[in-house]
């Protein structure tokens, strides 16, 4: 690093040339981007006003939203209906009359989000209410937040007539909850030429704080594969007063326990140990014993039994995982249903197959009345991106001049992005989710009282805004 960087000074000094040092990434927020800052907490409350519940989507209100703050800002935007009231928005900050592909940064975040509850609220889930310090609402951390923050840089650099050496794309998507007929699979099969590029940043990384200070900064460059499988139980219906013993519902309850208490065993692959190795350096003494044990043969069961029990994440990450979610079964409180059904949301491993998992599931469960059911719309295996790009090691050395004090490592999501799309295209995909938050406020990702400080906000904006900046500005 530090021969190439001299190399560089040298060539600069023999030209008169002038190049940006990687330092700028420590200056205060420009002027530019400090107003940005300003807007964008309404513009995000805003967008959690429009309702995008997945199904059914309502994309398309949000991506006219968008669309009309990017136009105001003179920056062509194109909103494409994928499906009726579905939509996304395309925009780009173009570098040169005939732009390189393989150069192009994608900026990506979705519009749809999960369904809520209401009386489990606090606040209006759909009202963009501010209290405390903290903005609420469904899609604050889970996406419509990285949504603006893709926004917010786009926008700052567009003021600020940054001068680019690659394209910048910027694209608000919808259908990820769900991962139908609307999802990024459509936009890159019928839409590529619009957002192709060689390099994007998505959801799907973190940036932890633990006691008042920013721990680590995790840069996703994997995640597991979601399956959803049914697990199906049948057997002769009849009068809930006459109780038989092919009771889907008993033996849909026995099968349910069975997997609900099983666990595969540990394989950490590449990214998830040097996860550890990295997390390690500035873990308590007992913690860190047992992420350096992995890597010890004699210990690593033990180990990986240890981490297991210390995080429900940590346990995700190290093995395939099996949750049962739902459970339907029955017409009457009197009447013995001929079926009864659960779902089962398994998360593979990279590279791991559901066929194989579930012949052990089937011989784990041992019953001639209960099978297994793949159902539609499964992840796609992906393989990882390089941590040893451009790209990386801008979000890099970004993320140690912005949290001083702080570790960058890549991260292996136990959830899924639509990442894994662009991956399979040849796009080094990264989650850079910016925004600091405590584990207790990243867990309210999916839950009640769904909700973003606005202090990390902003400074998960300006963080953002830094990486893309470093990476794309003319020299």
């Known amino acids: 690093m530090f021969l190439r960087l001299g190399r560089l000074v040298l060539l600069v000094a023999l030209v008169g040339a002038v190049v940006a040092s990687p330092v700028r990434a420590q200056e205060p927020p420009k002027p530019e981007l400090a107003r940005v800052q300003e807007e964008t907490v309404g513009w995000l409350a805003d967008l959690l006003r429009i309702n995008t519940t997945n199904p059914p989507g309502n994309e398309l209100a949000a991506a ?63 009202g963009g209410v501010i209290k405390d310090g903290y903005l609420y609402g469904r899609g604050a951390i889970d996406d419509k937040g990285m949504v603006i923050a893709n926004l917010a840089a786009v926008v700052a650099l567009k003021r600020a007539g940054v001068r680019l050496d690659r394209d910048i794309i910027y694209l608000a998507d919808a259908d990820e909850e769900q991962g139908g007929d609307s999802s990024i699979k459509l936009i890159i099969n019928k839409y590529w ?147 009864a059904r659960a779902t089962l949301n398994i998360r593979l491993l990279p590279g791991d197959t559901i066929d194989a998992l579930l012949a052990d599931l089937t011989k784990l469960v041992n019953d001639p009345q209960i099978r297994f059911e793949i159902e539609p719309d499964a992840g796609m295996p992906a393989p990882p991106s390089s941590i040893e790009n451009e790209l990386y090691r801008t979000m890099e050395r970004v ?21 894994a799309q662009l991956r399979l295209h040849n796009v080094e995909a990264y989650g850079l989710f910016p925004f600091p938050l405590t584990e207790e406020d990243a867990q309210r990702l999916h839950a009640d009282d769904e909700r973003i400080p606005l202090d990390s906000f902003r400074k998960g904006i300006d963080f953002l805004y830094r990486v893309v900046e470093e990476f794309a500005r003319a020299r």
């Open 399 to 419: 993320s140690l001049q912005a949290f001083p004090g702080a570790i960058v490592l890549p991260f292996l999501s136990t959830g899924a992005t639509d990442s």
């Open 64 to 126: 006219k939203y968008l669309a009309g703050i990017l136009e105001k800002e003179g920056i062509q935007a194109e909103v494409l209906e994928v499906a009726p009231g579905r939509g996304v928005v395309i925009a780009r900050l173009r570098s040169s009359p005939v732009p390189d592909p393989s150069r192009a940064l994608l900026l990506l975040g979705h519009m749809d989000v999960v369904g809520v509850l209401k009386e489990k609220w606090s606040v209006d889930p759909f």
């Open 193 to 339: 030429d619009k957002i192709a590029a060689g390099f994007a940043i998505n959801e799907g990384g973190r940036v932890m704080v633990k006691n008042g200070k920013v721990q680590y900064v995790g840069i996703q460059a994997s995640e597991k594969v979601p399956v959803n499988v049914s697990l199906i139980a049948n057997g002769t219906s009849g009068h809930g007063s006459m109780p038989r013993a092919d009771n889907p519902v008993v033996h849909l309850a026995a099968a349910v326990a069975k997997i609900g208490a099983y666990q595969l065993p540990a394989r950490p692959n590449t990214i998830v140990r040097r996860y550890f190795e990295q997390l390690s350096k500035i873990e308590d003494s007992d913690t860190a014993k047992w992420m350096r044990a992995l890597e010890q043969p004699e210990r690593a069961d033990h180990a990986a039994r240890w981490l297991s029990e210390a995080s429900p994440m940590w346990n995700s990450m190290l093995r395939d995982s099996i949750a049962p979610t739902m459970l339907r079964g029955g017409i009457r409180a009197n009447v013995v249903p001929s079926e």
